[in-house]
């Protein structure tokens, strides 16, 4: 599947690893190379701002995306070649979607788990059919991937929308995923249940 921009969902902390800043740097690069436009949620901090700085050391095209009220809070990349600001999470959210022919997820907090599972359940309801690729660095998600398979065998999640996320365990192995990816379907091809 061809793929110009990417959505990047990760933390606006770095962690106590500096193998998750390490692997947002790999994304930001290999995105510049290949050409592919980085769309984020526009801060200067965390692994947000390693993603965006390296995409941008490396020529690339950076699409920031920030509410008014964060522009402070997440300190706002003026780097970017891109920066929009929203009024309001949701419109940024939308925004977010609308720019992007993938998504990929790297290590976060809670914003990153909530901008996560909404892509995913819009996908479940068929509103869209973009891959959606969460990116295990160093095992990080490996909790959340058990609690999806306890949710699935207790009878809540079909498997096939589980396997709605696709999960590799490097972020070297992101871009190839993606070109695996199948191309979309016509939206009345979607099987809501
Ligand atoms: P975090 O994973 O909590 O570090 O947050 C990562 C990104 O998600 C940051 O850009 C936050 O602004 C954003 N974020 C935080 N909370 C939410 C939320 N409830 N809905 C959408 N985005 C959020």
Not at 28 to 42: P, S, T
Not at 60 to 68: A, N, T
Not at 75 to 96: I, L, P, W, Y
Not at 106 to 126: A, H, N, S
Request: charge should be negative.
């Amino acid at each position: 599947m061809l793929i110009r921009s990417i959505c990047l969902y990760c933390g606006s902390n770095a962690g106590g690893d500096p193998v998750y800043a390490e692997a947002a740097r790999t994304l930001g690069r290999e995105a510049a190379r290949r050409g592919v436009k980085l769309v984020y949620g526009g801060g200067s901090i965390g692994l947000m701002g390693a993603a965006a700085d390296a995409a941008l050391a490396g020529g690339g095209e950076v699409h920031g995306i920030i509410p008014e009220h964060l522009q402070r809070r997440e300190v706002q990349n003026d780097a970017v070649t891109r920066m929009e600001v929203v009024g309001s999470m949701h419109e940024r959210k939308m925004r977010m979607f609308d720019e992007s022919d993938a998504f990929a997820i790297l290590p976060g907090g809670l914003g990153t788990l909530d901008e996560t599972f909404e892509i995913l359940t819009w996908r479940q309801l068929g509103l869209h059919d973009k891959p959606v690729i969460l990116v295990n660095v160093a095992g990080y998600w490996d909790a959340l991937l058990a609690a999806l398979g306890h949710m699935v065998r207790a009878g809540f999640v079909r498997p096939k929308h589980a396997a709605l996320l696709s999960v590799v365990g490097r972020v070297e192995d992101l871009f190839p995923a993606l070109e695996l990816a199948p191309p979309p379907r016509p939206s009345d091809d979607i099987e809501l249940a």
